[in-house]
C-alpha cells in the first residue's frame, strides 16, 4: 500500500467515529486538575539518618515521604492511610509566610489550609488515591506537586 493510500484512510477513518463521551469526559476532568500559572516542583530524593522513617538498611526515607522542589520552595510531604481515608501531613521551606496557603487535592476534594509559622501542615479525611499539594503565595506563582498515587 502506498503511503498517500494509508494517509488519506487515515484522515477518512478519523472523521467518521466520533471521540466516546467518556473519553471526553475524562480529558475536561483533567483540564479542571491543572494549575493554571503554577510552578511544577520536580521530585528531589530524600536521604535520612537511620530510625524510625527510614528504612535501616539503606537510610533512605519511607515510601510515604516526599520531597518536591521548585524555584528555592521545599515542600515535603508524607502520606498515609488510616482506616480507609488518607492523612497527608508537609512542611513548606521556607515558610511561605502569614497569608500563604496550601492546597491538598485528589481528584475528587480539596482541602486548603493556612501553614504554621515554620511552615507544616496537616489534612485528614481524604479518600486514598492520587493527590497533590499546591502552595499559594501572594505575589508568586502557585507551586505544586506532581501527582502522587497513595495506596491503602
Do not use: N
Not at 473519553?23 to 530524600?46: C, E, I, K, Y
Not at 502520606?79 to 491538598?104: F, L, W, Y
Not at 486548603?112 to 501572594?138: E, I, K, Q
Amino acid at each position: 500500500m502506498r503511503e498517500e493510500y494509508l494517509l488519506a484512510a487515515l484522515r477518512m477513518g478519523a472523521g467518521a467515529d466520533p471521540v466516546p463521551e467518556g473519553v471526553s469526559a475524562a480529558a475536561r476532568a483533567v483540564f479542571g486538575l491543572r494549575v493554571p500559572g503554577g510552578v511544577p516542583a520536580g521530585p528531589v530524593d530524600v536521604t535520612v539518618p537511620p530510625g524510625a522513617r527510614s528504612r535501616p538498611d539503606t537510610g533512605t526515607a519511607h515510601t510515604g515521604v516526599r520531597r518536591f522542589s521548585a524555584g528555592g520552595l521545599v515542600i515535603d510531604i508524607e502520606t498515609a492511610v488510616v482506616g480507609e481515608r488518607m492523612e497527608v501531613a508537609g512542611q513548606v521551606s521556607p515558610a511561605p509566610g502569614p497569608d500563604a496557603r496550601i492546597e491538598v487535592r485528589t481528584p475528587h476534594i480539596g482541602k486548603v489550609r493556612a501553614p504554621s509559622a515554620s511552615g507544616h501542615f496537616a489534612v485528614a479525611g481524604l479518600p486514598p488515591g492520587w493527590v497533590s499539594v499546591v502552595c499559594h503565595r501572594p505575589g508568586h506563582p502557585p507551586v505544586f506537586t506532581r501527582w502522587v498515587h497513595v495506596r491503602p
